[in-house]
Antibody, heavy 120, light 109 residues
Framework: QVQLVQSAAEVGEPGASVKVSCKTS????????IDWVRQAPGQGLEWMGR????????SYAQNFQGRVTVTSDTSTSTVFMDLSSLRSEDTATYYC?????????????WGQGTLVTVPS | QAVVTQEPSLTVSPGGTVTLTCASN?????????PNWFQQKPGQAPRALIY???NKHSWTPARVSGSLLGGKAALTLSGVQPDDEAEYYC?????????FGGGTKLTVL
């Protein structure tokens, strides 16, 4: 079965970077997009960006351009999200999520989430 | 910049029917926006319900359906149960980028 297992909670230093991982299993890694979505405490969902692990192409939300980098490692079927220049407003739960049926514009499977805390 | 708007909150009685909508400030929502819908309960990751306007995932209950209604994407829940109480989010595709709505808090009362 499809599984997305994320790295453990982290505390990030203001101004520094944090890297969250998403290890996938149960399907052909290179065939499906992986998206990153975050949720600040008590707030809604916010799409950050995505990667096509097959070719490495990425796209990012305007709000995060220049601050977020999504990469993938096909040898371990793992996707990484790197967020730089951290500020207290980046305190949130970060989710990775996989595209649904091949070729569809959809998000279907979700990781368990990783809480990133940035002290003010 | 595009903005996606949902009703902030709705209340429905058990056994009733409720429709949640999802609008874009860029104009009418069409199938080209590939509307997705998600349910989220406190402390849990979101759960996918609908993709590409009307398509259900394998676990989506038959009483849950998606459509286009009056220039918006819509999610209809029939025979509402207490377990349907949750936050619901729509997601629209803007040519390479996704954008979530602000969410609708559905109360079953």
């Amino acid at each position: 079965q499809v599984q997305l297992v994320q790295s453990a909670a982290e505390v990030g230093e203001p101004g520094a970077s944090v890297k969250v991982s998403c290890k996938t299993s149960g399907y052909t890694f290179t065939r499906y997009y992986i998206d990153w979505v975050r949720q600040a405490p008590g707030q809604g969902l916010e799409w950050m960006g995505r990667i096509n692990p097959g070719g490495g192409s990425t796209s990012y939300a305007q709000n995060f351009q220049g601050r977020v980098t999504v990469t993938s490692d096909t040898s371990t079927s793992t996707v990484f999200m790197d967020l730089s220049s951290l500020r207290s407003e980046d305190t949130a739960t970060y989710y990775c999520a996989r595209q649904g049926r091949y070729g569809t514009n959809s998000i279907e499977y979700w990781g368990q989430g990783t809480l990133v805390t940035v002290p003010s | 910049q595009a903005v996606v708007t949902q009703e902030p909150s709705l209340t429905v009685s058990p056994g009733g029917t409720v429709t949640l909508t999802c609008a874009s400030n860029t104009g009418a929502v069409t199938s080209d926006y590939y509307p997705n819908w998600f349910q989220q309960k406190p402390g849990q990751a979101p759960r996918a319900l609908i993709y590409s306007t009307t398509n259900k995932h394998s676990w989506t209950p038959a009483r849950v359906s998606g459509s286009l209604l009056g220039g918006k994407a819509a999610l209809t829940l029939s025979g509402v149960q207490p377990d349907d109480e949750a936050e619901y989010y729509c997601l629209l595709y803007y040519g390479g980028a996704w954008l979530f709505g602000g969410g609708t808090k559905l109360t079953v009362l």
